[in-house]
C-alpha cells in the first residue's frame, strides 16, 4: 500500500487559511490523492481529491507538488466547524481499495 | 437523500457472541466497504465487495466475515467478538470505472462485555 504522511495536529486560527500538508514519496504515477475529513462521532467525508494539477472546490484546494511526492489541502477560511481529522490517502487508479494513514487532527481555535 | 445506513448505531455484545452489523444504501454502487476504527486510530480497511466479488484485506482476522445478498444491503459477521473487537464499524460505498469518492454511513459503535 501507498503511504502518507501528516503530522499528527495542527491548530489554526478561525477565518485564517489553514495550510495541512502531506508527503507521498513512494507514489506511483497512477496513484490519486484523496483528501477526507471525519467530524467528530461522524464518518469520514469526502473533501477532494486530484492527480497531477491542483484542483479547487467549494470546500478546500489541493496544491500538489510538481514531483507529486507531497500534496496540501488548503481550507482558505477555517471555521469552528473545520474542527476535524483530515486524511490523506492514496487511491491506485483503477483500483477499489482506500488506505486511511494516521491524518491531521485540527484544532480551529475562536 | 441517497444515502449510506448502518443499523444499530450502537450494538452491545458479549465476549464469544456472535454479532451481526448492517449496511445498506441508496446510492446504487457497486462497491461497498467495511472498516474498523479503533479509538483515536484511522479507519482500517477490512474487506470490500465489488458486485458480489468478495475482496478481503490480508491482515483481517478469520473472525471477520461479510456477506452481500443484493447491490443495496453488506453485513458484518463477527463470529466470536473479543474484548479488542471493540471498535466504531463503518460501511462505505463507491462507483467502479471511475475515479470515484467513497461514502459512508455514521459507523456502528460495538461494544463487547
Known amino acids: 500500500d501507498a503511504k502518507t504522511t501528516q503530522p499528527n495536529s495542527m491548530e489554526s486560527n478561525e477565518e485564517e487559511p489553514v495550510h495541512l500538508p502531506c508527503n507521498h514519496s513512494t507514489i506511483s504515477g497512477t496513484d490519486y490523492i484523496h483528501w477526507y475529513r471525519q467530524l467528530p462521532s461522524q464518518g469520514p467525508e469526502y473533501v477532494i481529491h486530484g492527480l497531477t494539477s491542483n484542483v479547487n472546490n467549494r470546500m478546500a484546494s489541493l496544491a500538489i507538488a510538481e514531483d507529486r511526492k507531497s500534496s496540501t489541502l488548503i481550507l482558505h477560511r477555517a471555521t469552528l466547524r473545520d474542527a476535524a481529522v483530515y486524511y490523506c490517502i492514496l487511491r491506485q487508479r483503477g483500483g477499489n481499495q482506500f488506505y486511511f494513514g494516521t491524518g491531521t487532527s485540527l484544532t480551529v481555535i475562536p | 437523500d441517497a444515502m449510506v445506513i448502518q443499523n444499530p448505531r450502537y450494538q452491545v455484545t458479549q465476549f464469544g457472541k456472535p454479532v451481526t452489523l448492517s449496511c445498506s444504501q441508496t446510492l446504487n454502487h457497486n462497491v461497498m466497504y467495511w472498516y474498523q476504527q479503533k479509538s483515536s486510530q484511522a479507519p482500517k480497511l477490512l474487506f470490500h465487495?465489488?458486485?458480489?466479488?468478495?475482496?478481503n484485506e490480508a491482515d483481517t482476522p478469520d473472525n471477520f466475515q461479510s456477506r452481500r445478498p443484493n447491490t443495496s444491503f453488506c453485513f458484518l459477521d463477527i463470529r466470536s467478538p473479543g474484548l479488542g473487537d471493540a471498535a466504531m464499524y463503518l460501511c462505505?460505498?463507491?462507483?467502479?470505472?471511475?475515479?470515484?469518492?467513497?461514502?459512508f454511513g455514521p459507523g456502528t459503535r460495538l461494544t463487547v462485555l
Open positions: 462505505a460505498t463507491s462507483r467502479v470505472g471511475v475515479v470515484d469518492t467513497q461514502y
Open positions: 465487495y465489488y458486485d458480489k466479488d468478495f475482496n
